[in-house]
């Protein structure tokens, strides 16, 4: 991990995230109102959209994270994901709701779901603030995005360049 200065251009900018959480916080509400709700954040980069999202969710619900990795220091998955933390609470026949920065390859997600289905939860559905389908290696569909952007290299808001940048309020590219 060493820190690079870049350059960043804003992609999506924090009033546009801001406007997309409550829209998503409203559609959540709807589907999941009179149901045990447990939302999962993957860590690292679903850190701050989990955050300002679940402010607006007007529900009960628990909170839990995963540590997943399929990156290991670079800027394209390796496509080999490791669980580097579990869930704490049983999600034994509950609605797990996994909020994610990005679905990429679909991959991580793949495999987490996967994972997570071996311990018998009700349901299990995502919420993703951005989705890259142009870098689909397997099908994989969230029920919440927030937007679907082009295969460009993104960060901020959450997502990072060698653990650098996930405190922009906005996500960006690298200007070029």
């Not at 959209?49 to 628990?62: Q, S």
């Not at 399929?70 to 996994?98: A, R």
């Not at 689909?136 to 993104?154: A, H, L, S």
């Amino acid at each position: 991990m060493n820190y690079k200065k870049i350059d960043v251009d804003v992609m999506i900018s924090q009033e546009e995230i801001q406007k997309r959480i409550k829209e998503l916080a409203r559609e959540i509400e709807k589907d999941y109102e009179g149901k045990e709700l447990i939302c999962l954040g993957l860590l690292k980069g679903s850190i701050m959209f989990m955050a300002d999202l679940l402010k607006e969710v007007n529900l009960p619900l628990a909170m839990d994270f995963m540590k997943v990795s399929s990156y290991h220091g670079g800027t394209d998955s390796t496509g080999v994901v490791k669980i580097l933390k579990d869930v704490d609470l049983d999600i034994t026949g509950k609605n797990i709701l996994i909020i994610e920065d990005i679905i990429d390859t679909g991959l991580t997600l793949q495999y987490v779901k996967n994972f997570l289905g071996s311990k018998k939860p009700n349901e299990i559905k995502v919420c993703s603030l951005l989705d890259k389908p142009s870098r689909r290696k397997v099908e994989m569909v969230g029920e919440y995005i927030g937007f679907e952007i082009p295969d460009e290299f993104v960060l901020g808001y959450g997502l990072d360049y060698d653990e650098y940048y996930r405190n922009l309020p906005f996500v960006g590219k690298v200007s070029k």
